[in-house]
């Protein structure tokens, strides 16, 4: 028992290594990369979409798409908005790590790059094990998943450093209880930075852009900063 | 690589052979099993409460419910309706496995129980590879995921028996196309029986819970043909 404990752990930490290369790499080269995590259908591929429309203007942006089938539905919507697209098939693999993440930065750019959106598998598990080697994870959780799920999945809600609540358009329809969730998510995570926001609707999608906007500048004064 | 391969495929006969066995003690029961799996919030537990409140009248039902966190929330709802619930922590672990089946079944009254309905733990893709020894698999599916999930999860939804489509009171308000979501359905399972339904206004509701008693009934009668 006590030696597949120790297995675990050295894969963890080997994750961790490559995560940390990876990181390197992205600063080197001054890429602010985000991890946006979330159970099937929260919105991320939405989420992604509306950001592009909101930011390609104003910064150079490049996407990774995660999928455990060879699928590249949501890899062709990015590209098809004129932003380049990695597919990353996990082969049934319930979360991206820090090779996969390794073997997509090459076919970037990087040089050009601001911004880097990584759209992980659909699972609020297993994702939150692995260290991509991105500057912050971003959660994001849609209204009609229901207001229990920081209760039921803490370890994600307690691994990221900002939340998006997505759909909040159909709050009128289904059984949501705000407080509840708001107080099951400061719990695990105080603090943290939050966006209630509807792709649909476009409402609350300006102060998420805002944030994300400023990240990424924050990060690009950081090379420049460095260059001098 | 071949060896690591070698590992996985004997981690999965280990768990089959204790799902056999499972299968063998509910067989010798007469309790008819199922297995629900499911995205986080797509209506699992509300499934099962609103079968409980149809079947409990007619059947002998118990639930088990797996959790990756310690946390008794559905397993609360279920007592509350005086249903016997059995709360499996899988300790973050993603799935539930034979070996925590085997462990909650002593603590039902097998002989007098006709069906037992399993939460299996949130998530599309890992519970797909581990069975319990439940008769059926049956998947959820909800309305507000979006019509694309066939297509992104192919190994859920090729392992099910039955297919429950929740949530279909959203329909208005979201961007769901139900032909293209049942045209990945029915390439990856083909003639599977299908039933959309909403927990919310109980639209649909009887034609699953006729299926389902209708399967219970099945079992049950087995079992009493064979004590003869």
């Given at each position: 028992m006590s030696q597949r404990v120790m297995v675990v752990e050295q894969i963890?930490?080997?994750?961790?290594?490559?995560?940390?290369?990876?990181?390197?790499?992205?600063?080197?080269?001054?890429?602010?990369?985000?991890?946006?995590?979330?159970?099937?259908?929260?919105?991320?591929?939405?989420?992604?979409?509306?950001?592009?429309?909101?930011?390609?203007e104003r910064l150079s942006l490049g996407v990774v798409e995660g999928d455990t089938a060879p699928v590249t539905i949501d890899a062709d919507k990015v590209s098809a908005r004129g932003v380049p697209a990695v597919q990353i098939n996990t082969g049934?693999?319930?979360?991206?790590?820090?090779?996969?993440?390794?073997?997509?930065?090459?076919?970037?750019?990087?040089?050009?790059?601001d911004l880097l959106i990584v759209e992980n598998v659909g699972n609020l598990i297993c994702p939150?094990?692995?260290?991509?080697?991105?500057?912050?994870?971003?959660?994001?959780?849609?209204?009609?998943?229901?207001?229990?799920?920081?209760y039921k999945y803490p370890g994600i809600y307690r691994g990221v450093e900002a939340l998006i609540i997505n759909k909040i358009d159909l709050l009128p329809y289904v059984t949501f209880d705000m407080d509840y969730f708001r107080r099951g998510v400061e719990m695990l995570n105080p603090g943290l930075v939050t966006f209630p926001l509807s792709c649909r609707t476009g409402e609350g999608l300006e102060a998420w852009v805002e944030w994300l906007a400023a990240a990424t500048q924050a990060k690009s004064i950081t090379r420049v900063a460095g260059k001098d």
């Open positions: 963890l930490n080997a994750n961790d290594q490559l995560a940390a290369e990876n990181r390197l790499k992205l600063d080197a080269n001054g890429v602010f990369a985000i991890n946006i995590l979330a159970s099937p259908g929260a919105g991320k591929t939405s989420v992604i979409l509306r950001t592009i429309e909101a930011l390609s049934g693999n319930c979360h991206l790590d820090a090779v996969m993440f390794q073997m997509a930065l090459p076919q970037f750019d990087l040089a050009q790059l939150a094990n692995f260290r991509l080697g991105t500057h912050k994870n971003v959660l994001i959780a849609s209204v009609p998943e229901g207001d229990d799920k920081p």
